[in-house]
């Protein structure tokens, strides 16, 4: 019998779904210095206890952070340059001067001006700026050799050959011959070790935020995706656990069918992996990407969760993803494997779009709490499961994820038969500037362990603000907010929700 895995979710509790690049700031995109904090004194006064978040890693195709340049690696754009300062790699001088958009990340903008403060740091520090830091880096080097020296090489190749993806580089680097590899990282040492100097400022930053948020009484989720990017560093250096072929192109690409969001289905293009190649090594990728995540936050969120019961397989080369394929995953194997070596998983199952019984049987094998969304309940999917209702207690109820258009927005554009669904449930009218707090109320009040919302639900804001539209490749991942959006006045108010459903942090010696 299958040891049951404990809950991660111990006490109800709330808590809010921001990507770190959300956040204010003078410097175009939201970044892990004095505004994160400050993020985390927010939640803390509303009585949240959980930060939410999509994943961290260095953003390619799209600007996605569900397509990345690896999976271990974190995203230097993250960087706070106000930190860099105060550590004295870079001169308060060096970070002014520019204006920003302060609603939407300009990419285009912020990518080479971030590109830019982080040469100049590298600079400095070799030229004897923050010594002190000098013994850390080293050690960091060696600590996270396994994947910083491919993940370090894949980036100083790809800035030489301006962005190409990897396998249209020459054929020896391509195959990874010794030789050639040798020959690179020789001729780009210097490049080689200004993105290991990148990941360790990340790092750096980054422990020191969950350490200021633990510290308050917040805790943080992470998000893993299923897939990893074709043009990753992940694919280039473990080419036989992918399904690629003779080219090292992929056989067939990741999506799935017709649903919600696409009558074409979505497109996403990653690779397959090898799960028989996979298995023969214990998963030891799969434990080793699990244990670098939960080093990095409390909980997390995996991404595609029926993917790994049966996954939509698509051609290679196909325009749309139709002509897909369900193919069996590693279902329980995988997941014995990682408890059997991390030990209990503090794991999120993303089970929406098309969950069969046996996907919903592995979930609760393993007692994972499964997701619910609101905005499904009432329209577009709708489905019982999603009515507060029918929610068992290890759930996650959501208003709307990153991928749905904001609470206020979907309302603006639900049809006639959906309000009165809503209206029937609520029990009285509702109007474009009460439904996100509507939502709110019926996912804090529900029996679901967590509730959470997104930080656009709480200051009720219209589609101007959807983060990300599935199936469109392009124009996503800018919104931000401001500092004069969040008032003390809807901390409050997210703060007496939280009390009225019992799910404030408890005071200090009670239980």
């Known amino acids: 019998m299958t040891q049951m895995n404990p809950t991660p979710f111990q006490s109800r509790a709330a808590g809010v779904l921001l990507h770190p690049t959300s956040l204010p700031g003078p410097h175009g995109i939201g970044d892990l210095g004095p505004s994160s904090r400050a993020w985390v004194d927010a939640l803390a006064q509303a009585k949240q206890q959980w930060w939410q978040m999509l994943p961290l890693s260095p953003t390619g195709f799209a600007d996605s952070p569900y397509q990345c340049l690896s999976t271990f690696a974190g995203n230097p754009n993250l960087i706070s340059p106000d930190d860099l300062v105060k550590d004295g790699l870079l001169r308060r001088r060096d970070v002014a001067g520019q ?41 960091f080097c060696v600590e996270e050799k396994s994947w910083l020296k491919d993940f370090a090489l894949f980036m100083a190749l790809k800035d030489a050959r301006g962005g190409a993806i990897w396998f249209e580089w020459e054929p020896e680097l391509i195959e990874r011959r010794p030789a050639a590899l040798a020959r690179a990282g020789e001729s780009l040492r210097d490049s080689v070790r200004q993105h290991e100097f990148r990941q360790f400022l990340f790092f750096r930053q980054w422990r020191a935020l969950k350490d200021y948020a633990n510290a308050r009484g917040v805790k943080l989720i992470g998000d893993i995706p299923i897939f990893v990017s074709g043009d990753s560093a992940d694919v280039w250096s473990r080419p036989g656990e992918f399904l690629l072929d003779e080219r090292r192109r992929p056989k067939v690409v990741a999506g799935v069918p017709p649903d919600y969001f696409s009558k074409t289905g979505q497109l996403w293009g990653n690779p397959h992996y090898d799960w028989k190649a996979m298995k023969q090594t214990g998963y030891r990728w799969w434990i080793a990407r699990v244990r670098a995540t939960l080093r990095m936050v409390d909980v997390v969120r995996v991404d595609h969760f029926r993917g790994f019961e049966a996954a939509w397989q698509v051609p290679g080369g196909d325009a749309t993803a139709q002509r897909g394929r369900w193919v069996k995953g590693p279902g329980a194997d995988l997941f014995a494997k990682l408890r059997a070596a991390l030990g209990p998983l503090p794991i999120i199952a993303e089970d929406l779009g098309l969950i069969t019984p046996a996907v919903d049987a592995l979930r609760a094998r393993f007692n994972f709490p499964g997701m619910r969304i609101l905005q499904f309940a009432f329209g577009g999917a709708v489905e019982n499961r999603f009515l507060p209702h029918h929610y068992e207690r290890n759930t996650i109820v959501y208003t709307g994820t990153h991928d749905n258009d ?106």
């Open 406 to 511: 904001t609470t206020r927005g979907w309302f603006a554009t639900a049809s006639r038969k959906e309000r009165r669904l809503l209206r029937r449930y609520l029990g009285h009218p509702c109007d474009d500037r009460r439904v996100s707090w509507e939502l709110m109320r019926l996912a804090w009040s529900s029996v679901a362990d967590l509730a959470i919302a997104p930080l656009q639900d709480v200051l009720n804001l219209g589609t101007e603000a959807r983060m990300n539209f599935p199936g469109q490749s392009s124009g996503w991942w800018r919104w931000r907010f401001t500092s004069s959006q969040l008032t003390g006045a809807a901390l409050d108010r997210l703060g007496e929700m939280t009390e009225v459903y019992s799910r404030a942090p408890k005071p200090a010696g009670k239980t």
């Open 99 to 139: 204006a920003f958009d302060t609603r939407r990340v300009d990419f285009g903008a912020v990518l080479p001006f971030k590109a830019k403060l982080l040469a100049r740091a590298w600079e400095n520090f070799k030229r004897g700026a923050a010594r002190r830091l000098k013994r850390d880096f080293e050690k």
